[in-house]
């Protein structure tokens, strides 16, 4: 096992080179510099120059990524080539909040959704089977800023029960918490109920009734925990979307999160920055992967880890 | 734009477009340019808190390399160079420095002095040093500011500022450093040296390039110089924390020269996104809100908001840019044809909800050089009509299928499709709208040679000065890329910069902005004006056509009651 996560670790390092190798190369390949700020005023000529040479942005593609590649193997991320700060510092303080606001919506959307994906599957066709899946259909299908922007009119402006403004409090964070999880959460009762019927009619749940064994043993020990696998499949990455921030709960919260700050290092060509996010990501991405293979073998004994 | 911001696009363009809207809050001749909008009455609070909203986080607050609105914003309020601009006109008044400059040396040198008694925030005295070391921050290659070209007019500044710095050896930098004509004198005075007589250099004195520093808090902060604890000023407000992402709090600097000012805090929110700020202002969470033209029409069916809307002037004209070097527009005809066969009042109504419509030359109201009787562009379809059969294109093959250039987003779009229709309804001319990425656009129109044959741009006021507006955007050597050129207009404009006599100097710029509009390299097609919402306990609020949310040249004054 120790062996097996080991080996899984090495195998990032050439992975995470081949992320940075593309995404270097996707960067630098779309038009335009990171000294282009307003489209409607361009800066003179010259001064785009100065600033590229300045920065290191002129020289050719190859001696770049060598540069970068040094320097990320001395752990330095480099700086923003529009803000006064560094990379590893926009990351070191923006991460958190949003790993923070992602774990809480994770937390939130797997104790709803457990539940009553189980519940769903064990009274098929009821009542609250209709009711959780109309809930999950709505979940999955309105965006996000929609129901944001409905949530913010309704609780913040009229109800006046809690701030716009502003970031850290319980307060500030119940509804930027509940609306990230929402589509999640939909998404997870919608699994939950799917993998509980199909793992519910196996042979080995029949034998497990046949035996004797109580409702209760027969649920939990059976069929939720052969049902767990699709449902881990789905949580690892889900997990690392959830915490890596998104764009839209960021912006309409107010939340000084990663997610906004990626979505604009993209659009404006903030070169170190993409680069510093997008390993964080799938630095992220590796991990919940094999966390979740890890889960496998501890799921279902059948599945050996080598 | 990547992929995988792809459906995000709606709210990155309101994002990307947020610099604009927040720029946007400027005002419209439909009241006098430059005012006091809000007079005071009810007593100030003395524990009197304002907040405002900065739009998206400042990239930089560092003074000598600010280049946005909110960074500048940021840094007026900090911060206090030697002259400032008179609210009403304007024109450069002494601020930091205790009179007028003494100009000698034919125009070419100048002097300021420091006035007696400015301090820092942390009390130590501003000196004619700390101004060297400001300005010279700005030309040195190193700080990256992407402003220093406004001190190009400073001798040697140029050359330094443009050296490469990996490749020259210190030696060479330190002979550059050396020869660039800013100079303290002693710790009152300091002298600097022009290429040529550049009247409005008294503006360029105002500006963030010229903000004073302490060595201490370069030396102290490094490359983070600019968080609180070593940001130190000599302006109206002190940064007290900055989270980024999130907030900046000032407070007043209980020493500033001209009197502790009335505000005790300020607080500056990052909403970056307009439905939520809009939602935190009727929430009372900020004071002062830049209005969006989308939400006009909801604040005009509430009579409480309404009672709350002003507007507020601009220092900004988009214009429509022609290609002079590629056929049809090579032939001014048809330039002059296109600028006169669109109706600005009616873009403006239709269209552009919160602007006024550019019916007279480049420069907007409030900055000086407007001039309200240039009737050169004005919408008269008959008049264009017969441009256009004048022109050597007429009836020709390139009148067919006019491919008109424009960065792409959904706004732009409804502008350019709107103008297509005024101009086959006009002028019977078809027009193609030719949407790109928004970076490429930029890189497009960034080069005579790749410029497109019609395009849109706008340009803001760096300082207000003709010399701002007609050198430095129109001549040929200037930042538009129209391909145009006229050496009468070189000339005029190149000799109107050194002139020395004010009204000689206007005079000369006055027939050279005729001429613009006459030849029209470019259609004007509106001033940017803004709307604001202030709440009813914010007072003493000067509005200018340099001014974005709020006065940046009587920040002391601004006060707020009691609220409710």
Not at chain 2, 102 to 127: A, C, M, Y
Request: proline residues 6%; contains cysteine; charged residues 20%.
């Amino acid at each position: 096992m120790l062996n097996y996560v080991a080996r899984r670790m090495l195998l990032l390092i050439p992975t995470l080179f081949f992320v940075a190798v593309i995404t270097f190369a996707l960067a630098h390949a779309a038009p335009g510099s990171p000294f282009d700020k307003n489209p409607d005023r361009p800066l003179p000529q010259a001064t785009i120059a100065r600033l590229e040479r300045l920065y290191g942005v002129d020289r050719p593609l190859h001696e770049q990524f060598v540069l970068y590649l040094g320097n990320l193997l001395r752990f330095d991320l480099g700086s923003s080539l529009v803000k006064d700060r560094s990379v590893a510092e926009i990351i070191g303080s923006q991460f958190p909040v949003s790993a923070q606001l992602g774990l809480q919506a994770l937390f939130l959307a797997l104790a709803v959704s457990l539940p009553l994906g189980v519940i769903s599957a064990l009274r098929q066709n009821s009542g609250v089977d209709y009711a959780s899946m109309a809930f999950a259909t709505i979940g999955t299908t309105i965006p996000s800023f929609v129901i944001a922007i409905v949530a913010i009119y309704l609780f913040a402006v009229n109800l006046k029960l809690v701030p716009i403004v502003g970031w850290g409090t319980p307060r500030h964070m119940i509804l930027p918490t509940l609306i990230l999880s929402l589509g999640a959460m939909a998404f997870l009762t919608r699994v939950t109920r799917a993998s509980m019927l199909e793992a519910i009619r196996q042979d080995y749940v029949r034998t497990a009734r046949g035996k004797g064994l109580s409702e209760q043993m027969v649920i939990v020990g059976h069929v939720l925990k052969n049902a767990m696998i699709p449902i881990a499949t789905i949580v690892g990455p889900a997990t690392a979307g959830l915490i890596t921030g998104s764009f839209i709960i960021e912006v309409l919260f107010n939340v000084p999160g990663l997610g906004r700050e990626f979505v604009l290092s993209i659009t404006r060509r903030d070169y170190p920055l993409i680069m510093g996010v997008y390993l964080l990501y799938a630095f992220i991405i590796a991990v919940a992967n094999l966390t979740v293979d890890i889960l496998y073998g501890l799921l279902d004994p059948r599945i050996r880890l080598k | 734009m990547a992929s995988a911001a792809l459906h995000l696009r709606p709210l990155v363009a309101v994002l990307v477009t947020g610099g604009l809207v927040l720029g946007a809050c400027f005002g419209g001749p439909s009241t006098p340019p430059n005012q006091t909008t809000t007079v005071g009455e009810g007593q100030p609070d003395p524990n009197g808190e304002l907040i405002t909203n900065l739009g998206s986080e400042p990239d930089t607050i560092d003074p000598h390399r600010a280049s946005f609105v909110g960074e500048i914003a940021v840094v007026m309020s900090v911060f206090e160079g030697l002259m400032t601009l008179d609210p009403k006109t304007l024109k450069p008044v002494p601020a930091v420095a205790a009179k007028e400059p003494e100009v000698t040396n034919g125009g070419k040198t100048w002097k300021f002095t420091v006035r007696d008694g400015v301090k820092f925030s942390d009390g130590t005295p501003v000196t004619a040093k700390d101004f060297e070391r400001g300005f010279m921050r700005t030309c040195d290659p190193k700080t990256a500011g992407d402003y220093s070209f406004v001190l190009y007019i400073v001798v040697g500044c140029e050359k330094w500022n443009l050296m490469d710095v990996r490749k020259s050896s210190t030696a060479e930098l330190d002979a550059a450093k050396k020869a660039v004509g800013i100079h303290a004198l002693n710790d009152k005075d300091i002298q600097f040296d022009l290429t040529e007589p550049a009247a409005y250099f008294g503006s360029i004195a105002y500006m963030w390039v010229g903000m004073p520093v302490k060595q201490e808090s370069l030396d102290k902060g490094g490359e983070r110089w600019t968080e609180p604890a070593t940001y130190i000023g000599n302006g109206p407000f002190k940064l007290t924390s900055w989270k980024h992402n999130e907030n900046m709090t000032f407070e007043r600097n209980e020493g500033y020269w001209r009197g502790a000012p009335k505000l005790k805090k300020w607080t500056r929110v990052m909403l970056n996104e307009g439905a939520v700020a809009f939602a935190a202002y009727r929430g009372n969470e900020i004071d002062i809100l830049g209005v969006a033209a989308e939400d006009l029409r909801t604040i005009e069916s509430e009579s409480d908001l309404k009672g709350q809307l002003q507007d507020v002037p601009g220092s900004c004209t988009y214009y429509i840019g022609f290609n002079a070097k590629r056929p049809p527009m090579d032939d001014p005809n048809v330039r002059l044809a296109f600028a006169k066969s669109f109706d600005r009042e009616g873009y403006i109504k239709e269209i552009q909800k919160i602007g006024a419509a550019a019916s007279a030359g480049f420069i907007p109201p409030g900055i000086p050089g407007y001039d309200k009787d240039d009737q050169t562009q004005k919408y008269d379809p008959a008049a264009a009509k017969a441009a256009l059969a004048k022109s050597k294109y007429s009836g020709s093959a390139e009148l067919r299928n006019v491919k008109f250039t424009y960065a792409s987003n959904s706004r732009t779009k409804t502008r350019v499709e709107w103008l297509q229709q005024q101009w086959k309804a006009n002028i019977g001319v078809e027009v193609v709208p030719d949407p790109v990425d928004s970076t490429a656009y930029t890189q497009l129109v960034k080069k005579q040679e790749t410029t497109p044959l019609m395009f849109i741009l706008g340009w803001c006021a760096d300082f207000p000065d003709q010399q701002n507006w007609l050198t430095t955007v129109f001549h040929s050597s200037g930042i538009a890329k129209t391909g145009w050129k006229n050496d009468k207009y070189d000339d005029l404009v190149r000799q109107a910069d050194q002139e020395t006599d004010k009204a000689k100097r206007d005079g000369m710029y006055q027939e050279a902005s005729r001429m613009l509009s006459q030849e029209a390299p470019a259609a004007w097609l509106y001033y940017v004006t803004g709307k604001i919402l202030i709440k009813p306990w914010v007072k003493g609020v000067t509005t200018t056509a340099l001014d974005s949310v709020l006065s940046q040249f009587r920040l002391w004054a601004v006060y707020v009651t009691k609220k409710g």
